[in-house]
């Protein structure tokens, strides 16, 4: 099991979080697989939001310098998508001025989900889907989880998906959603004492983009941006290798 493995690794294993994956309703599914497919022209507004989350929560964006394709986007993902959900209230769009005024509320969940839980759901989903039918095609069992939260040496790490089929290694998947994320080195050395560098380690990220065989190399890990095929693909290939070795 994926607990043996771990505390054969010398970790321990707290589930306090692992539940909150079921908790998570279709509808807020689709808002997550909606940013993952349009991260490309909301990025900016998104991550304005999440500077807002440490602040008040007022918002002020301005769309003067964005393309007009990138306007439609971020006023629909505002005003159509992100406010009737709960995300946002009281959302004014000054068509005018190009401005978008809104307020984020100050509910745990939205806080969390804007700041990346968003990618947590697409990756959790995405494995879920991939894992559990090579289990029916092998006739074995499995396990995923999300937010597992494991220690070793007085040390708190969260893990955001890990799988493991009964017949193979366990795997670990990394989703940071902000495009400037460079905090390599702790990533790296989590893989390490998970024993999941090199192979098993995937770091799913939108900053990887040109950077990935470089990533890739030079960690010895897979490493994929948003673009789903190849997340798809590299998930694969991870169980393909956890399996034949």
Known sequence: TIEEYLNAHGFTV?????GEYDLVCNSVKDIAEYI????D??????????IKLAKDGFVSYSMERLSAEEKETIIKFAKEILTPNGLLSNTYIN??????????PGAKRIHSFI????????ARQTVEEIVSKRAQELGVDYQVFSNLMVSKEGKLHELDVVFKLTNGRMCWIEAKSSPKYNDFNTFYQVGVDLATIPTYTLLLYPGADKHIPSICYFYDIYCCNLDKTLFISQINEMLNKSINN
Request: proline share 0%; net charge negative.
């Open 14 to 18: 707290d589930y306090s979080r692992a």
């Open 36 to 39: 993952f497919e349009n991260h």
């Open 41 to 50: 022209h909301i990025s900016d507004f998104l991550g304005f939001l999440r």
């Open 95 to 104: 068509y005018n001025s190009n401005l978008i005024t809104c307020n984020i």
């Open 115 to 122: 700041a990346g839980g968003w990618l947590e759901i697409i």
